[in-house]
Protein backbone atom coordinates (compact mmCIF):
# COMPACT_ATOMS: atom_id res chain seq x y z
CA UNK A 1 0.00 0.00 0.00
CA UNK A 2 0.97 3.48 -0.52
CA UNK A 3 1.88 5.83 2.50
CA UNK A 4 -1.26 6.17 4.94
CA UNK A 5 -3.00 9.39 4.53
CA UNK A 6 -5.96 11.22 6.66
CA UNK A 7 -9.21 10.67 4.82
CA UNK A 8 -12.50 11.94 5.79
CA UNK A 9 -15.55 10.22 4.70
CA UNK A 10 -18.32 12.33 3.88
CA UNK A 11 -21.30 10.23 4.24
CA UNK A 12 -25.07 10.96 5.45
CA UNK A 13 -26.16 13.86 3.81
CA UNK A 14 -29.71 15.51 2.93
CA UNK A 15 -31.27 13.53 0.56
CA UNK A 16 -33.79 10.85 0.09
CA UNK A 17 -30.55 8.03 0.28
CA UNK A 18 -29.51 9.21 3.62
CA UNK A 19 -29.67 5.61 5.15
CA UNK A 20 -28.14 4.04 2.53
CA UNK A 21 -24.84 7.00 1.95
CA UNK A 22 -24.76 5.62 6.05
CA UNK A 23 -24.10 2.77 5.18
CA UNK A 24 -21.50 2.93 2.95
CA UNK A 25 -19.92 6.03 4.47
CA UNK A 26 -19.55 3.12 7.15
CA UNK A 27 -18.11 0.04 5.33
CA UNK A 28 -15.69 2.32 3.42
CA UNK A 29 -14.08 3.84 6.22
CA UNK A 30 -13.16 0.52 8.09
CA UNK A 31 -11.97 -1.08 4.72
CA UNK A 32 -10.05 2.27 5.08
CA UNK A 33 -8.75 1.63 8.35
CA UNK A 34 -7.95 -1.98 7.98
CA UNK A 35 -5.68 -0.68 5.21
CA UNK A 36 -3.81 1.48 7.55
CA UNK A 37 -5.06 5.06 7.26
CA UNK A 38 -6.37 7.34 9.41
CA UNK A 39 -9.91 7.80 8.95
CA UNK A 40 -12.66 9.80 10.10
CA UNK A 41 -16.17 10.47 9.08
CA UNK A 42 -18.41 13.27 8.87
CA UNK A 43 -22.19 13.36 8.38
CA UNK A 44 -22.95 16.40 5.55
CA UNK A 45 -25.84 18.04 7.44
CA UNK A 46 -27.30 21.33 5.70
CA UNK A 47 -25.21 23.77 7.95
CA UNK A 48 -22.56 24.63 5.35
CA UNK A 49 -20.49 26.49 7.39
CA UNK A 50 -20.41 23.91 10.27
CA UNK A 51 -19.04 21.11 7.05
CA UNK A 52 -16.66 23.78 5.62
CA UNK A 53 -15.56 24.21 9.49
CA UNK A 54 -14.96 20.61 10.00
CA UNK A 55 -13.23 19.77 6.98
CA UNK A 56 -10.77 22.59 7.64
CA UNK A 57 -9.98 21.54 11.09
CA UNK A 58 -9.70 17.58 9.72
CA UNK A 59 -7.09 18.78 7.44
CA UNK A 60 -7.77 15.50 5.18
CA UNK A 61 -5.34 14.20 2.63
CA UNK A 62 -8.17 12.79 0.70
CA UNK A 63 -11.98 13.22 1.16
CA UNK A 64 -13.70 10.05 0.28
CA UNK A 65 -17.19 11.16 -0.84
CA UNK A 66 -19.95 8.27 -0.07
CA UNK A 67 -22.92 10.62 -0.34
CA UNK A 68 -25.52 9.83 -2.32
CA UNK A 69 -28.35 11.86 -4.03
CA UNK A 70 -28.80 15.04 -4.20
CA UNK A 71 -26.03 17.62 -2.72
CA UNK A 72 -23.89 14.43 -2.45
CA UNK A 73 -23.96 13.35 -6.40
CA UNK A 74 -25.20 16.54 -8.33
CA UNK A 75 -22.12 18.64 -8.19
CA UNK A 76 -22.74 20.62 -4.60
CA UNK A 77 -20.22 18.77 -2.76
CA UNK A 78 -18.34 18.98 -5.12
CA UNK A 79 -18.10 22.36 -5.98
CA UNK A 80 -17.58 22.63 -2.27
CA UNK A 81 -14.32 20.53 -1.98
CA UNK A 82 -13.55 22.88 -5.16
CA UNK A 83 -13.64 25.87 -3.35
CA UNK A 84 -11.78 24.75 -0.32
CA UNK A 85 -8.80 22.98 -2.93
CA UNK A 86 -9.19 19.34 -1.70
CA UNK A 87 -8.85 16.19 -2.81
CA UNK A 88 -11.66 13.95 -3.16
CA UNK A 89 -13.04 10.68 -4.74
CA UNK A 90 -15.27 9.95 -7.68
CA UNK A 91 -16.54 12.65 -10.08
CA UNK A 92 -16.36 16.64 -10.27
CA UNK A 93 -18.48 19.35 -10.72
CA UNK A 94 -19.53 18.86 -14.35
CA UNK A 95 -19.79 14.77 -14.99
CA UNK A 96 -21.89 15.06 -11.72
CA UNK A 97 -24.83 18.08 -12.31
CA UNK A 98 -24.75 16.43 -15.68
CA UNK A 99 -25.23 13.17 -14.61
CA UNK A 100 -27.72 13.69 -11.88
CA UNK A 101 -29.73 15.70 -14.23
CA UNK A 102 -31.23 13.02 -16.15
CA UNK A 103 -32.20 15.11 -19.17
CA UNK A 104 -28.92 16.76 -19.24
CA UNK A 105 -27.20 13.00 -19.16
CA UNK A 106 -30.08 12.25 -21.75
CA UNK A 107 -28.85 14.94 -23.99
CA UNK A 108 -24.71 13.73 -23.51
CA UNK A 109 -25.49 10.41 -24.44
CA UNK A 110 -27.50 11.44 -27.72
CA UNK A 111 -24.76 13.46 -28.59
CA UNK A 112 -22.48 10.18 -27.82
CA UNK A 113 -24.68 8.24 -30.61
CA UNK A 114 -26.00 5.94 -27.21
CA UNK A 115 -29.07 3.92 -27.35
CA UNK A 116 -31.60 5.43 -25.01
CA UNK A 117 -35.20 5.26 -24.82
CA UNK A 118 -37.89 7.44 -26.95
CA UNK A 119 -38.97 10.66 -24.46
CA UNK A 120 -39.21 13.85 -23.37
CA UNK A 121 -39.40 16.35 -20.42
CA UNK A 122 -43.05 17.43 -19.59
CA UNK A 123 -44.25 19.98 -16.55
CA UNK A 124 -45.95 17.54 -14.31
CA UNK A 125 -48.95 19.26 -14.22
CA UNK A 126 -50.06 17.89 -18.12
CA UNK A 127 -49.79 14.37 -16.97
CA UNK A 128 -53.33 14.38 -15.60
CA UNK A 129 -54.84 15.84 -18.38
CA UNK A 130 -53.56 12.73 -20.29
CA UNK A 131 -50.81 10.38 -21.50
CA UNK A 132 -47.96 11.82 -22.97
CA UNK A 133 -46.57 9.23 -24.54
CA UNK A 134 -48.34 5.88 -25.44
CA UNK A 135 -48.68 3.23 -23.00
CA UNK A 136 -46.33 1.92 -20.67
CA UNK A 137 -44.09 4.48 -20.34
CA UNK A 138 -42.66 5.21 -17.23
CA UNK A 139 -41.98 9.04 -15.34
CA UNK A 140 -38.89 9.60 -13.44
CA UNK A 141 -38.16 12.89 -11.75
CA UNK A 142 -35.37 14.79 -13.29
CA UNK A 143 -32.91 14.66 -10.54
CA UNK A 144 -33.15 11.56 -8.16
CA UNK A 145 -31.19 8.95 -7.57
CA UNK A 146 -31.63 4.86 -6.66
CA UNK A 147 -35.07 5.17 -8.81
CA UNK A 148 -36.21 7.49 -5.86
CA UNK A 149 -40.46 8.94 -7.33
CA UNK A 150 -40.31 6.29 -10.23
CA UNK A 151 -43.80 5.06 -11.47
CA UNK A 152 -44.58 3.09 -14.36
CA UNK A 153 -47.73 3.99 -16.41
CA UNK A 154 -49.43 0.85 -17.94
CA UNK A 155 -52.43 -0.04 -20.29
CA UNK A 156 -55.23 0.43 -18.61
CA UNK A 157 -54.55 1.81 -15.38
CA UNK A 158 -55.52 4.85 -13.63
CA UNK A 159 -52.54 6.35 -11.92
CA UNK A 160 -51.97 9.62 -13.89
CA UNK A 161 -53.76 11.88 -10.84
CA UNK A 162 -52.20 9.92 -8.12
CA UNK A 163 -48.33 10.50 -9.22
CA UNK A 164 -49.22 14.17 -9.75
CA UNK A 165 -50.92 14.48 -6.53
CA UNK A 166 -48.19 12.68 -4.70
CA UNK A 167 -45.43 14.03 -6.75
CA UNK A 168 -42.51 16.20 -4.41
CA UNK A 169 -39.49 16.52 -6.94
CA UNK A 170 -40.17 19.69 -8.66
CA UNK A 171 -41.66 21.07 -11.80
CA UNK A 172 -40.86 18.96 -14.30
CA UNK A 173 -41.17 14.99 -14.89
CA UNK A 174 -39.11 12.91 -17.89
CA UNK A 175 -41.19 10.32 -19.45
CA UNK A 176 -39.47 7.75 -21.47
CA UNK A 177 -40.87 4.72 -23.19
CA UNK A 178 -41.17 1.42 -20.92
CA UNK A 179 -38.53 -0.88 -22.47
CA UNK A 180 -39.77 -4.37 -21.45
CA UNK A 181 -36.83 -7.26 -20.44
CA UNK A 182 -34.25 -7.50 -18.22
CA UNK A 183 -32.45 -4.91 -16.02
CA UNK A 184 -28.55 -5.34 -16.20
CA UNK A 185 -25.88 -3.04 -14.77
CA UNK A 186 -22.10 -2.86 -15.21
CA UNK A 187 -19.54 -0.89 -13.70
CA UNK A 188 -16.53 1.03 -14.66
CA UNK A 189 -13.16 1.69 -12.81
CA UNK A 190 -11.44 3.81 -15.13
CA UNK A 191 -11.81 2.82 -18.32
CA UNK A 192 -12.26 -0.70 -17.21
CA UNK A 193 -15.65 -2.23 -17.65
CA UNK A 194 -16.21 -5.05 -15.06
CA UNK A 195 -18.88 -6.88 -15.87
CA UNK A 196 -22.53 -7.52 -16.45
CA UNK A 197 -25.10 -8.05 -13.50
CA UNK A 198 -28.07 -9.44 -14.44
CA UNK A 199 -30.90 -7.51 -11.88
CA UNK A 200 -33.99 -9.52 -10.59
CA UNK A 201 -36.31 -7.97 -8.28
CA UNK A 202 -37.98 -10.76 -6.57
CA UNK A 203 -41.15 -11.22 -4.49
CA UNK A 204 -44.43 -9.56 -5.67
CA UNK A 205 -43.84 -5.88 -4.31
CA UNK A 206 -41.22 -5.33 -6.45
CA UNK A 207 -43.01 -3.85 -10.19
CA UNK A 208 -39.04 -3.02 -11.43
CA UNK A 209 -35.50 -2.43 -9.96
CA UNK A 210 -36.83 0.13 -7.63
CA UNK A 211 -35.28 1.67 -4.27
CA UNK A 212 -36.30 -1.76 -1.91
CA UNK A 213 -35.24 -3.81 -4.23
CA UNK A 214 -32.05 -2.04 -4.83
CA UNK A 215 -30.97 -1.99 -0.85
CA UNK A 216 -33.17 -4.25 1.43
CA UNK A 217 -32.03 -7.67 2.11
CA UNK A 218 -33.23 -9.80 -0.23
CA UNK A 219 -35.04 -7.77 -2.48
CA UNK A 220 -33.63 -8.35 -5.60
CA UNK A 221 -31.04 -11.21 -6.87
CA UNK A 222 -27.75 -10.75 -8.69
CA UNK A 223 -26.53 -12.79 -11.21
CA UNK A 224 -23.05 -12.24 -12.56
CA UNK A 225 -21.80 -12.54 -15.42
CA UNK A 226 -25.14 -12.30 -16.93
CA UNK A 227 -26.68 -14.64 -19.15
CA UNK A 228 -26.95 -13.11 -22.23
CA UNK A 229 -25.36 -13.67 -25.47
CA UNK A 230 -21.39 -12.34 -25.65
CA UNK A 231 -22.18 -9.92 -28.47
CA UNK A 232 -24.78 -7.95 -26.60
CA UNK A 233 -22.54 -8.49 -23.27
CA UNK A 234 -19.39 -6.93 -25.12
CA UNK A 235 -22.13 -4.28 -26.48
CA UNK A 236 -23.29 -3.10 -22.70
CA UNK A 237 -19.83 -3.21 -21.45
CA UNK A 238 -18.19 -0.69 -24.46
CA UNK A 239 -21.73 1.75 -23.98
CA UNK A 240 -20.73 1.78 -20.17
CA UNK A 241 -17.20 3.19 -20.60
CA UNK A 242 -18.48 5.12 -23.60
CA UNK A 243 -21.05 6.75 -20.97
CA UNK A 244 -18.58 7.23 -18.39
CA UNK A 245 -16.26 9.36 -20.87
CA UNK A 246 -19.48 11.25 -22.51
CA UNK A 247 -20.13 12.54 -18.85
CA UNK A 248 -16.73 13.23 -18.41
CA UNK A 249 -16.58 10.40 -14.98
CA UNK A 250 -13.76 10.04 -12.63
CA UNK A 251 -12.48 7.21 -10.54
CA UNK A 252 -15.54 4.55 -10.75
CA UNK A 253 -19.20 4.74 -12.06
CA UNK A 254 -21.96 2.65 -12.96
CA UNK A 255 -24.23 2.75 -16.15
CA UNK A 256 -27.76 0.78 -15.59
CA UNK A 257 -29.78 -1.04 -18.50
CA UNK A 258 -32.65 -2.23 -20.15
CA UNK A 259 -32.18 -5.54 -22.10
CA UNK A 260 -35.30 -5.82 -24.56
CA UNK A 261 -34.99 -9.88 -25.44
CA UNK A 262 -38.29 -10.38 -25.81
CA UNK A 263 -37.49 -11.09 -29.77
CA UNK A 264 -34.18 -12.88 -29.15
CA UNK A 265 -32.88 -12.57 -32.78
CA UNK A 266 -33.12 -8.53 -32.17
CA UNK A 267 -31.63 -7.88 -29.09
CA UNK A 268 -32.36 -4.41 -27.98
CA UNK A 269 -30.16 -2.29 -25.63
CA UNK A 270 -30.82 0.50 -23.49
CA UNK A 271 -28.92 3.15 -21.32
CA UNK A 272 -30.85 4.46 -18.18
CA UNK A 273 -28.54 6.70 -16.31
CA UNK A 274 -25.01 7.01 -15.11
CA UNK A 275 -24.34 6.42 -11.41
CA UNK A 276 -21.14 8.91 -10.66
CA UNK A 277 -21.38 7.50 -6.71
CA UNK A 278 -22.16 4.23 -6.88
CA UNK A 279 -23.70 2.48 -3.75
CA UNK A 280 -21.05 0.77 -1.30
CA UNK A 281 -23.04 -1.26 0.97
CA UNK A 282 -23.02 -4.77 1.53
CA UNK A 283 -25.33 -5.43 -1.57
CA UNK A 284 -24.10 -2.77 -3.62
CA UNK A 285 -23.70 -3.86 -6.95
CA UNK A 286 -20.17 -2.45 -8.14
CA UNK A 287 -18.28 -3.79 -4.75
CA UNK A 288 -20.00 -6.89 -5.69
CA UNK A 289 -18.39 -6.87 -9.69
CA UNK A 290 -14.95 -5.75 -7.91
CA UNK A 291 -15.14 -8.67 -6.25
CA UNK A 292 -15.92 -10.93 -9.01
CA UNK A 293 -12.89 -9.61 -11.21
CA UNK A 294 -10.84 -10.14 -7.60
CA UNK A 295 -10.70 -6.96 -6.16
CA UNK A 296 -11.76 -7.08 -3.00
CA UNK A 297 -13.97 -4.03 -0.79
CA UNK A 298 -10.66 -2.61 0.86
CA UNK A 299 -8.77 -2.75 -2.41
CA UNK A 300 -11.40 -0.93 -4.49
CA UNK A 301 -11.62 1.60 -1.59
CA UNK A 302 -8.11 2.42 -1.98
CA UNK A 303 -8.09 2.45 -5.59
CA UNK A 304 -11.01 5.45 -5.32
CA UNK A 305 -8.71 7.01 -2.86
CA UNK A 306 -5.63 7.15 -5.11
CA UNK A 307 -7.74 8.18 -7.90
CA UNK A 308 -8.93 10.92 -5.83
CA UNK A 309 -7.94 14.38 -7.30
CA UNK A 310 -8.05 17.79 -6.41
CA UNK A 311 -9.41 19.96 -9.33
CA UNK A 312 -8.63 23.69 -7.68
Excluded at 179 to 186: A, F, L, Q, S
Excluded at 263 to 281: C, H, K, S, W, Y
Aim: proline residues 6%; glycine residues 10%; contains cysteine.
Amino acid sequence: MSTPKRITVLMGGMSSERTVSLSSGQGVAEALRSLGHTVSTLDAGADLGALVAQLGAQKPDVVFNALHGRFGEDGCIQGILDWMGLTYTHSGVRASATAMNKAAARAAFISADLPVAEGRVIDIAELEAGDPLPTPYVVKPVSEGSSVGVSIVRPGTNVRARIVREWTFGPQALVEEFIPGREITVGVMGERALTVTDITPTGTTHDFYDYDAKYNAGGSRHELPARIAPDVAQQALDVAVAAHGALGCSGASRSDFRLDDTDPTAPRLILLEVNTQPGMTATSLLPEQAAYCGISYPELCHWLVEQATCRQ
